[in-house]
Every structure is written in C-alpha cells, then in structure tokens.
C-alpha cells in the first residue's frame, strides 16, 4: 500500500508541539489497514485511533482515512458525524486505480458510491500510496481543520460578545427611553419634541440591536441551516398585524389573500417580513405612506412582493443596499435590515429582486420554495 519507507517529522519551528492529530483509520483489508497504523504511530503529529471493531466509533477523532468499501458501509454514520461537528472534520478516501479492485464494491453502484463520495470525501489518494504524497494531503487536511477549529473559536467568542452586549445595552436603552418618557410630561412644547426625537432615535438603537441578534442567530447554526416547514401564512400576518398596530398612520393593504401555505426556512421567516414591512414605513417620506403586500401562490413556490410609495431607490443602488457588492454591508448606501433578509433568503435557497413599485416607490419580492403540505384554506387579507 505505502510504496516508500517513512521519514521524520520535521520538527516545529515555533518551538511548541501541539497535540497529535487523531487520525482513524477504517480500510476493508487488515494488511493495508495494519500497514497504515504502523505508518501513523511512527508519526509524531499523529495518533492511529485503532478500535477492534470497525466503524464510527462514538469517541473523538479529528480526521479519517478510509477506502471504498468502508465507505459504502460506513458512508451514512460518517456523513452524519460530519454534519454534527461544528469544525471541519477530513475524509481522505483512499481509491484503487485499477477496475479489477474495485469490483468488490457488492452491490453499490457506481453512481450511488459517487454520491457517497461527494457528500462525505474531502480528498482522493489512489493506490499504490507514495509516502510524501500521503504526508502533503495530511498536512494539508490537518491545516484546514487547525483553521477551521480557530475560526470556530472565533466565532464563539464573538457570539457571546454578542449576547453580553445586546443584554447590556438592551437595558440601559430601556432606562433612557423610561426617564425621557417621565421628562416630557414636564416640558414645554419644545422640549416635548426633543423627548419625542430621543425617544425616537432610542427605538431605532433597539431595532437595530435586534437585527444584530438575529444576524448572531444566523452565526450559532453550524454548516447548511435547518430549514422545515414554515406556515407562511402565520408569519405574514402576525408582522403585518403587529406593524398595523405600530405604524397606525400607515395603510397596509393586502392585494388578493395570504394563502396559508407552507414554505422551506426557519424560525427566522419573521424577521424577514419585520425588515421588510418596516424598512417600506421608515423610508417613507410621504404625508401617507401606503404600503401594499401581495401573495403569488405558484405551483412549487410562493412569491410575496411588498411595495410602497416612498422614494425608492435607483437600479444602481440595488445591489449596494442588499449587501451584494464587493464592500458587502460596509457599503455606505447597505442597509443592515436588508442585508440580514438578502442573508436569510439565499439561506432558504429562495431569491430576492428589487424593482419599481407601481405605487411610485420600490418593490421588493421574495421568492420561496412550498414545502409538500395538506390544503387548507388562504387568510383574508383584510380580516
């Protein structure tokens, strides 16, 4: 299997020695697999995790190589390991080049042992093995996970920092509002609209307090999210309702019905028509500001276009204020509310387009995939 004899780690450079890198080997056959062990506990950065059974075992291991035997065996439990680690986990698949071989594959077919290999490999060697290829594809791997574990630390670093911060000042903002609140009862008219400006721009730190959160939300789900059937319907009009009560100077129309369908995404579906519904209301500079939602229930997909008559914003802004330029939400014109729904609908795998607004101001559609779900009947928009 290794066609040349081992070589000496070089030593560190830094001077330290990080922990051995546990590498667990799973080969069909017990020469290959036992050449391999003998290999790896020569190694000083590494450490052969060799069980009397083969398989996934439940302790933790930080890398695996394995041929393609094992990997239509143990395809599925290495794929959901992946899936649950938080940091990069290495699959180095160890491939025979010659047809012969590889006609011990049972019953798998190629294109179902592709699709294992897609979903769980990371990197192909093919066999007979030189030891200095085996040695580059290693230290690589190990690299990138090495990155992957400091970039999670990073983040999790940040996410508490998040957390802390939001409670902090989530607190200090409710005093402020409180005591402008108890001020403006003992002011005269001007003051009365300096309370009101304070008071104002105090909410707009909340909301934007909020939206940090919910981008920390998006930060804490590891890898792809997990997305599920979301009743569309519900979402919509608990915002919309919520905003008809919040803006009651704004008229919110309902164009049609709000269909009670299910769509693919997740507990953050709401913050999507929040940011969208209040972004129509704050940027609105009209003496009434109206604002119109429309519902297009398609065949696999749901489109909800929410239009207003504000000012608009020209077709080369777009993409600046949804995030999408090579600047991304550091961009002078990127909303934050905008780049966070732009976020949440790439996430859902559904595609969001800005364009003219019938009203004069702009209209912002999504587009969402339906998930399968039973009939039921659509929500009067107006009810």
Sequence with gaps: MLTESPEPAPADPSGTEPPPTRILPILSSTGNQRVLVNWLQQQDQYEALSDDHAGVPDRDFDMVIIDEQSLCEHGTALRERKEETEAFLPVLLVRSDTAA??????????????????????????????????????????????????????????????????????????????????????????GAEICQRVLDSSQNVVDLMGVVREFGEILETAGEPDLQAINLGDVLTEQLTTHRSTFDETEFVVTGEIPRVDVRANDLLGSVFRNLLKNAVQHNDTDTPRVEITVRDGDETVTVTIADNGPGIPPDRRDAVLGRTEQGPNHPAAGLGLYLVDTLVDQYGGTLRITDSTLSGVAIGIELSKQPTAEVDGIDGDS
């Design 101 to 190: 071989d590889r006609l011990g594959l049972q019953d798998q077919t190629e294109a179902e042992t592709e699709r294992v290999v897609g979903q769980v490999v990371d990197e192909i060697l093919t066999t007979p093995i030189a030891i200095a290829e085996l040695r580059r594809r290693l230290a690589t791997l190990t690299r990138i996970r090495d990155q992957s574990l400091a970039l999670q630390r990073k983040t999790d670093q940040l996410l508490l920092l998040n957390r802390v911060t939001h409670h902090d000042i989530q607190n200090e903002m409710n005093v402020l509002m409180g005591f402008t609140a108890s001020l403006e009862a003992h002011t005269d008219d001007a």
